[in-house]
Every structure is written in C-alpha cells, then in structure tokens.
C-alpha cells in the first residue's frame, strides 16, 4: 500500500438520470445538473471546494479539452482543476486521484466529476483510433468480442454457461428496474431466458445484444474531503480504505495456448493480501462491478473474488448475488443497465458509497453494508479495484 | 360497420368510459342525447352525474336530454376528429342540437381526452405503398417480412425493388429480413410509444435474416400517421452535424519498420526477450513482464495454430475507410509457428474457411500480390489442408 498520509471520506454524491438522449441539454448543462446534485447531496457550496477534477473518454465527443468548455458548469473557474483521461477506468481514476491528493496534503476538498454524452461526437470513431496506428487499429472492433463467452462454453459446458450468462443478465435487469436513475429497464423476467438465449441478436459468436452494455448520457459527481474535514461537513461519510490500478501492455496476445494471470484477478490478489482480506465473499457486504457485457460480469466475479473453478457460476445459480444473498453484485443494475463511459467506472464506487450510507433508494440492501469493493475496467484490460468503508475501524496490515 | 375518416361511430362511444375524466365532471349532473343517422349510425345516451359515467345504446330516437345532439354518421366522425370544422357544421344544420347547447362546449371537453382512432397493425402494413419514399430506395433490392401476431395481426411482405414498393399479403419464404412480433409492439412501435432498440434489444421483437436492411427499411417509409390523428408538434431541436476527414501519419520506429520490410517478404519478425525468452509479435521494444529491452529479431511462423475463434455478426465500420465490413468476418486469435506459447497473434481468417475452422487447426498466411510494407500485405489466414 502506498503511505496514506490521512483518510479521506466520501461526503458527496450527485448523479444525472442516464439515458440515451439528452437533447435537452448541452454538456455544460448536463456536468452543471450533476454538480449541483453532489453540492446539495454534501450540503455545502462552490466555495468550499479546493480543486475539480473533470474525466470523460478522451475522443469520444471530439472535443478538445473539455474540461475547459464544462468549467462554465463544473464550478472549475478560479479553482485548481485537473483533467484524468484514461479511457474505460476514467471514472476509477477519477476517485483514486482525489482521494490521492486529498490524503497526500494538497487539498482539503476536491469534486470529481465523470461524463460523458455519448450521443455526441464518435463513439466508434473514438474507440479505433484508441489502437495502436500501425498495426491493432486495423483490428479493433469497438469493444466487441466473445472470447469469454467461448472460453466459458467450453470450461462450463455450452448450456450451462449460456444459461449462467443469460441469469446474470436478467438479474442486472432487475436490479436497474429498482434504479430510478438506470438507462435501460426492460422489465425481463427469468422465464425469459430460454428465449433470449437463442434468439437476441448475435453480435460476436455467443455475444448477444441482450448481454452488452448501453451507450449512455449523463454524469456523476462525488465530493471528497480529508477525514478532519468530512467529519466536520458530514454526518456520515464512507472512507476510502485502499485502492489498485493493474494494467497490461495489449490484449491481442492475451490468447496464446497459455494464458498469463487476468490483471483482475492480479488486483483482487494483491488487494486483499495488502488488507489482510482472506475471503472476499464474506468480507464484503457489496460489489458493485465494471460489467461490460452479462458474460464478462460473470467471468470476472471469479477474478475479482479470488474463486475457484465453478464457484462464482454456483453462486449466481444459488441466488448470492442477488440483493438479499450473500455478496450482492450491482444493486444499480451496472454497465449493460447504464454506460456514460466517463462516469461509469465512478458510478461503481458512488453506488458502493451510497449502500454503505444506506440511501441508495429502492435499490438500498436490506442488511446493513459495512464493507463495498467497486471496480474499474479499461481497454487493454486495465483494472481498477478499490475498498469502502463504513468505519474507520480497519486494521493496518 | 361503416368506417368513416377510417372510424366507426360505435367506436367513438366505446372508448368513452376509458376517455372519461372523473376529475372534470365533480359538479355536473347533466345527460345528453345522440341520434346518428345513417350507415354505421344509431342512438345512444350518455349520463354524466358526480364524476361518474353511464352510457347506453338506446332501441329508437332519444329526446329528453339536457342536450340531444342530431347529425349525420359521416358528420359526426368528421366533428369528433376535427377533420369537420364543429363551428361551420353547426352553422351549416349539419349538426341539430335540441336543449342546452352550453352543455356540449362547457362539458363535453372536460369530460372527456380527445377521441383518438384505434390503430390497426393491418392500416400501418396496408399504406406502406403510399408511404414509400422512392428518392431514397435507389439501388435497393429487398424483400421486407412481416409476421404480426395476436389481435389484428397478419403477415406480409413488402417488395422494394427498383425504387418501387409492392405489398403481398403473404410471407414469402426468401425475404431479405423477416420481423417477428406482436401486432400491438408493431403499432406501438409505429406510433413512436415504444422504442425500436429497447423492443429489439428486449426480445419483444425478433428479427430474422438481415439485421442492417431492417435496419435501413425504417428510411425508406414516410412515418405513418392514423387517419384522423393529428401529429404533435414537439419543440424544435436544434442540432449540426459536421464530418471532418482527418489525415493522420505515424513513424513506425526501428523495430515496427523491420516488421513492415518483414511483410514485403512475407516474413514475420519477433522480438524476443533476452529475460523470459517470450516473442513479442509485432515486435515491441520492451518486454512489458520483465521490464527489459528486446534487441534481438528472430523469424517466427509464417504458418500458426489457431487458439481461439471470434465469429463477428455485428458490422462496425473499418477504422481506416469508415467503411461497414461484411459479415460476419472471423478474427482469429493463433500462436506463430516459432512463437512463445504465451504470445498470441491476431488477423482475420478467409471468409470460405468460417465453418469449418476449429481450434487447434493448422492456418497459413494468404499473402497480397504487391506488398507495399503495410498491414494490407496480409489478407488473411486460411485452414492449412
């Protein structure tokens, strides 16, 4: 772990309704609506924020710098702001730069603001020229690919792991039906499945239409203050207990007769060994998950939980992860519910905060939720998991 | 039944109680008559007391009434729709009322939501024909199905070729694409109350056969508009749209520019990691596991192993030309002969070899005829018999 020089608390979280169009509103507006949610959510003004931070997918809207254009909206104007880019995890990183320069000293109070209006600009345009120019961006298809899906059909059996997909799928449905804010509610039910399973479009191999994420608008706003400060302003902030950021070089050359260790299943490891963590399943109240696509979500719930063989497919047979079982994943419905892409890696960490304040709406779990892992996910596999907490009671391994 | 505007006189009294505004009609008490004449016509008796509403389809002629309404079948539908101006038919003894007339202007629209006409699946399908917009179906060869079930559903098929539009109602069996739904999805659809995407992507609508021309047909049709219906007006949006073309030019640095040479000879060049011994294909200059420089080539494939397979259905257009792909197309994932078995390589596969490509399967390279250094050089990978 890195030397945290005081805690930071979590005080404020503001989020836009997401949706596929937001005509209504420029993206000055839209950054505007998020910001004033967190300030009322904190309970506090423009003034006593330090510094801003701003993220959206660099490309996407094709505009350049625009943090610059959304100060009109962010409050950034005679403030100190910084711009975080970096791609998928923008949002993660977001969190885990405020919090790294709150804890470092530098600032009492910084807002982070994740966005993006996918409506705008190019999102296809965006995400190939992200690829290497000389040779990975003639093969980059967007986001698109279904190597999971046959990895999973192979280890698990073809109808067992469709099935397993298509639950996971539905349950996230469920959950964004519970989420007033969640783009996509299509109200699916597990009678259902048989059908989906064969008949939603294929988009890649066992990829179906039904399993991938939205293209979302909106934004999410979370205020972060040191832990003098947060106990000063707040009645009840989430700490920020630890946090890890793993990345590989490419993901062309993941898929060799060998496979090199998943960088989730790299940051979950050396997370929870660092915190002292032996079972993530029972340690954690909630995860709120980057689930790209129902098979990646179900895949990577093994990763990031450190499980074994079938364990993480029984779980979900078994209703774990649902919001009454043992390790809820999603309650917010997630990535295939809602993707405004610059805030959705930060949507996981505001969810998990706001379970742990226990205000999360409908959606809130009934037990009480002491402990919340969020992750971040980017191109190149890039992997960002962080801890919550409800107190400040965690031992120092 | 006699259908006037594309509606029935009953069907104006059958949709009252669920127009009927309770909220509006606290403090009336009033009853009123209508005689209707002619096809499709008839007597009924509308009580409206206290919020609460009764309507009775009467044997003969009704008269005491706060207010008898007197008119036509044909007039009646025109006023309720407002394709018959109600001042000038009122002026013109069209329409009689005995009684009190304030009752009908002061009630009436409190009472009631305005009569809509009930949409049929079969009126949407039946005017494709007048709807079709010929500008825009130029070199467009396809055959639309449709197969609506439940109530008012049907199947058939839309023909456009060589800019014109044909109705069949039929399912022909070699359409281009085939949508499958409820008839109810297909008007609501039609009526912009349900969102195309979100039915799809729900499974309330299935699609067979090709997914873009479906896709595409939505362009090739006027929206439709119920008879008698009068669009809303939303407020004007205002958006611009611009199209920039951008150059871009890229050095490929030492190791990428032997790779590039490499193609021109239809060889394939590593690099290889003098730490953990792994073939960096292309060639990169650091390892990234062991954080080392890689300064020696070596010479892998030029024949693989496929690894694993990536069936695209779904056309996202090719980076360089903007261009949407055919599909599918297969991306194949291969370690290079030579190559470290950690390492894979990615290209596509020769669209004949889809079928039957499995892992594990011997494939070689399917060289350009004039190699320029680029990635073009390559075509593609095909099963190595």
Redesign the interface.
Known sequence: MGKRNRNVGIIGIGQTEYSSHKEHQNQVEMVNEGVRYALEDANITLDDIDCVLHGNMELFEMVHQPDMWHSLGSGAYGKDQLRITTGGTTGASLVCAADNLVASGMYDVVMAIGMEKLQEGHTTGGITNMADPLWFRHLQTGALTATTATMMMEEFGEERAKRAAMKYRIMMDKHACLNPRAHRRFGLEYDQTDDLMNTSPQLVGELRLIHMCSQSDGACVMIFASEEKAKEMCKNPVWIRDHITVHREETFNNFGIEMPEMTHHYAARKLFERNGIKNPVEYFDVFEMYDPSAWWGLDWAREFLLLKDDEHIKLLEDGEFDLDGKLPINPSGGVTASNPIGATAMLRPAEAAMQIRGDAGPQQIKKEVRHALASGFGGTLWSVLMMLEKDLDWQEV | MAQYFGTAVEDIFNTMEERFLPEGTVDVDVTIGYNISGEGGGHWKVTIKEGTLKTEDMDGEVTDCTAVLNANAETFVGVTLGKIDAGEAFSSGSIKVDGDLTVLIAVLPKAFRPFKPVVKASSIVESVEERFRPEKAEGVDIKIGYDLSGDGGGQWTVVVKDQTCALKDVLDDDCTVVMRMEAQVFVDLNQGKL?G??A????QV??DGD?GAAGKSSSLFEKYVAEGAVEEQGEE?I?LKCV?SIN?R?A?GPL?GT?FNGLKEKKFYAAKCPECGRT???P?EIC??CRVRCNELVEVGPDA?V????????A??D??TGKIRETPYT?L?M?LDGA????????DLNPRDIDRIKPGMKVRPVWSEKRTGS?KDLLYFEIAD
């Open positions: 969102d995407a979100t799809f992507t729900s499974g299935k699609i997914i949006l958006s920039p871009q890229y490929t990428m790779w960096l294909v292309p990169r990234a596991q192993m690894t694993l397979i990536d069936v695209v259905y779904y996202s257009p980076p360089l991306a994932f370690v470290s078995r950690d390492e894979s390589f990615a290209h990635y």
